[in-house]
């Protein structure tokens, strides 16, 4: 029953990704042949074809180098370990900062107002900060992707602490009422009664900060200097998009695929750890 079900669901992300290059295609032949221009003019450069971003996957970039597939999975790897840091150090830190505000209101009143302008600011505005300020700081082994990562960890943190927020609010209060009768310490309630109705909210939580984990790493490269990772790649490739645009197109691919990659690790982890998730009040 459940290979049935992965397999339906795989069919339908064929057949969903299928439709999606069709419509592509067909977008890109309607425009050319009538001539119109809104809301971009469509031509080779705008919209290459579907086969040309393909084929860039095979040929290599430049002259006497692997093929683009080989060198952006390099990359995509080297990216992947920075968010991968950040998606963790900041969901420990997001979830510790809920811990901390759910057992006091005037925390809350405090320091929420600030997390929630804390992502007001541009992150192209923190980057080159966090890599001035951070780098030097860091071990030899941790300087330069470490800074990245810390980036990655500053788009992770909100969401994860908002919503275990939540989460552990949403804790029956008959619960909470019956620990309490039983002289239950504070952090008994969280373990026993808190964390559990949390892991809902928590785990929505981890699959926004996953892909925007993905996103804070590639951008975090960039002030950085970094040319092993994805964002290094779009920085290069960017600067060829008038004649070589395919090259742009497959690197946003694999950055895509990479953000999917971190949300389904998430889900699984999901499935692997609440059973039954615990009745919650919206």
């Known amino acids: 029953m459940a290979a049935t079900r992965t397999l339906e669901r795989v069919a339908f992300a064929v057949i969903v990704l299928a439709a999606l290059l069709g419509l592509w295609e067909l977008y890109h032949l309607i425009w050319t042949s009538a001539g119109w221009t809104w809301p971009f003019p469509v031509d080779n450069t705008t919209m290459p074809h ?47 900062l809920a811990v901390v505000l759910v057992h006091s209101r005037l925390l809350q009143r405090g320091f929420l107002p600030y997390i929630v302008a804390s992502q ?3 992150i192209l ?7 001035v300020w951070v780098n030097p700081k860091l071990p030899a082994g941790f300087q330069g992707w470490g800074s990245v990562a810390v980036i990655a960890a500053y788009l992770t943190f909100f969401p994860v602490t908002i919503n275990s927020l939540r989460g552990l609010q949403s804790a029956d ?22 964390a559990p109705a949390s892991l809902p909210y928590v785990f929505a939580a ?11 790493a590639i951008i975090g490269e960039l002030p950085s ?18 004649i070589e ?31 039954r998730a615990p009745e919650v009040r919206a």
């Open 50 to 96: 579907v086969w040309t971003i393909g084929k860039a996957f095979a040929e290599p970039a430049q002259v006497n180098q692997p093929a683009l597939a080989n060198i952006l999975m390099h990359k995509a790897l080297f990216t992947a370990k920075e968010a991968a840091f950040g998606f963790a150090f900041g969901g420990i830190v997001g979830f510790a």
């Open 120 to 122: 007001t600011i541009p």
């Open 125 to 131: 505005a923190i980057a080159p900060m966090v890599v």
């Open 173 to 194: 209060p008959r619960a909470l009422e019956l620990m309490r009768s039983y002289a239950g310490s504070r952090w008994r309630v969280l373990w026993k009664v808190r």
């Open 206 to 216: 981890l699959k926004i900060a996953a892909t925007a984990s993905v996103v804070g």
């Open 225 to 242: 200097g970094l040319q092993s990772g994805l964002g290094g790649a779009i920085l290069n490739f960017n600067q060829y998009y008038s």
């Open 245 to 275: 645009p395919q090259e742009l197109w497959a690197t946003n691919i694999v950055a895509a695929l990479l953000g999917i990659v971190f949300f389904l690790a998430v889900v699984v982890a999901e499935k692997l750890l609440v059973h």
